[in-house]
């Protein structure tokens, strides 16, 4: 430890701190000293969110690919009938969707 010597008397030098950690107290103090700007910047953030998602319109969009193999059979299928098609054959609905 290292002295200062001022009019004969001998002060001792503070060491700086190693470390500082925010206590959590301190943290709180300073949530609650701004805790009116946090609400206002909470409520203008969240009330415009709020409206547009309650007054936005419903729509659906969906898509889908029709994969055709050309070098598979042509089968006769229509959405109506489920008779014997032109070939020969009963169409199921595993027959359909292979």
Same mark, same amino acid.
């Given at each position: %430890?290292?002295? =200062?010597?001022?009019? !004969?008397?001998?002060?001792? &030098?503070?060491?700086?701190?190693?470390? $500082?950690?925010? +206590?959590?107290?301190?943290?709180?103090?300073?949530?609650?000293?701004?805790?009116?700007?946090?609400?206002?910047?909470? &409520?203008?953030?969240?009330? *415009? %969110?709020?409206?547009?998602?309650?007054?936005? *319109?419903?729509? $659906?969009?969906?898509?889908?690919? =029709? &994969?055709?193999?050309?070098?598979?059979?042509?089968?006769? =299928?229509?959405?109506?009938?489920?008779? =014997? !098609?032109?070939? !020969?054959? $009963?169409?199921? +609905?595993?027959?359909?969707?292979?």
């Amino acid at each position: %430890m290292d002295f =200062v010597q001022i009019e !004969g008397t001998q002060i001792p &030098l503070l060491e700086a701190p190693q470390k $500082y950690e925010n +206590p959590p107290r301190r943290i709180l103090y300073v949530i609650f000293k701004h805790k009116q700007l946090i609400r206002a910047i909470f &409520l203008l953030l969240s009330v *415009p %969110m709020c409206l547009y998602l309650l007054f936005r *319109p419903t729509e $659906y969009v969906a898509s889908s690919k =029709v &994969l055709i193999k050309p070098s598979r059979e042509f089968l006769n =299928v229509s959405p109506i009938s489920r008779d =014997v !098609g032109s070939t !020969g054959i $009963y169409l199921t +609905p595993e027959i359909i969707n292979t």
